[in-house]
């Protein structure tokens, strides 16, 4: 059965290949992402280390002026995806690259995909060639964080848009919704074309999204007038999670190619995040970190799966950890008679909970590969095995797809998971979990 998966999650991955990156999936998303490829370049590092390295140097291509990096690359042409590079419009931007890109960015696993790839690979001449390369680029993205996410100075970075999230619909941004009046845009959506529209955001949050697209254009993406005014400016638990583990793995790479200023300058960074991540985002009462909206000056008290990454990254004690690690152990998320498979994108006792509905239910890959990881580095290794069992169970009964329905009790009706089929960093993530953990 390892050897089938593994076979066909390297077709998937090969299929997905545009000749110097690799797209999510066809149709749906035609185009590059941003963290989707420092997912995929984990994939491609077990069956092809130079594709990893191109992966990581074509999204650096589109990289701004002022470290920025966007969350779509458009390389390439399709008409199958909204909004577009026309809408996105980059170029009203001083510090935009020539090629079009988004102008808001995701989650940034760059760094510690930096690391991944030379602990799976420094025994390679060409490794330590590459991260050479890239390293000052991903650095940069790094203090573009720190000096225009960070108006207080807290070493918690905000995003400004609820896809520079990746957690597109959480019911998390429900709260944030409210306070808005966003135009009734008459939208071109492609992606309901592709998949059912029940399993994706809704029309008027989809009208939310493309508000703050408009601002921010009338505005040039400039970072100072989106903080002054954004509606939305939410210090995010996932996020900052990728950024202190990116500092982490910048900081041993960094040591290694004896970029001494730029290591100090992450050691300072990080010792700030950590402390601030567990001082303002703890909620005690849930057992788990939350997220802040830097907008209206108030703590948004959801648990996601997002508030797990923290272990990822190594943030919480091991005391905190275990307090953490109870919503699992017959907890929320996997029940109380245990009949959710783990980790289902929301919590699954709350009203809001949807398990078909994009980020506001379903189990993600992505997400339980970093849970796991993280559950790993605090040795709760049983616990672990329980995510790994899960997400491989997924991968095997239905393929690559892009999400799956959390619960038990109707797995045995379903014949195929939700979203996106043939998805890159399905198979991809994968490939690491049975090759590389």
Known sequence: MIIDIRQRAIEVLENNWK??????????????????????????????????????TSLLSGQWANGFIPHIIFHNDSDTYFPGPEIQASHVSIHAPVIPTSGITQPPVLGFVLGELYAFAKADSRTLLFLKKVYDAIYNYHHYFYTHRDPHGEGLVYICHNWESGTDNSPVWDSIWDTMDSPAYDLKRKDNLHIAASHRPSNREYQHYIHLIELFKEWKYDD???????????????????????????????????????????????????????????????????????????????????????????????????????????????????????????????????????????????????????????????????IKKDTLYFMNTYGFYEYFDPRKTVDAGLTKGYGGANFSWSAALTLDLILNT
Request: charged fraction near 25%.
């Open 19 to 56: 000749d110097y990156f690799t797209i999510p999936c066809e149709g749906l998303y035609p185009f590059q992402w941003n963290w989707d490829s420092g997912f995929i370049a984990l994939g491609w590092m077990h069956i092809d280390l130079e594709r990893a390295f191109t992966e990581i």
């Open 224 to 386: 100072a007038l989106i903080t002054e005014k954004s509606p939305f400016l939410v210090q995010d638990p996932l996020f900052n999670a990728m950024l202190i583990a990116s500092n982490e793995s910048l900081i041993q790479i960094g040591e290694i190619l004896g970029k001494n200023d730029q290591v100090a300058q992450l050691k300072t960074w990080n010792t700030l995040s950590r402390k601030t991540y567990n001082d303002k985002l703890y909620n005690k009462e849930l057992k788990g970190y939350i997220y802040y909206d830097l907008r209206n000056d108030r703590p948004i008290n959801h648990i996601s799966s997002s508030s797990f990454t923290a272990l990822f990254a190594g943030i919480p004690d091991q005391e905190r950890a275990s307090e953490i690690v109870s919503n699992f152990e017959k907890g929320s998320f996997s029940g109380p008679n245990d009949e959710y498979f783990l980790c289902s994108s929301f919590n699954p006792v709350s009203i809001h909970f949807d398990p078909k509905r994009y980020w506001r239910g379903p189990v993600w890959i992505n997400l339980n590969w970093l849970i796991y990881r993280g559950l790993k580095r605090y040795e709760k290794e049983k616990l672990a095995e329980t």
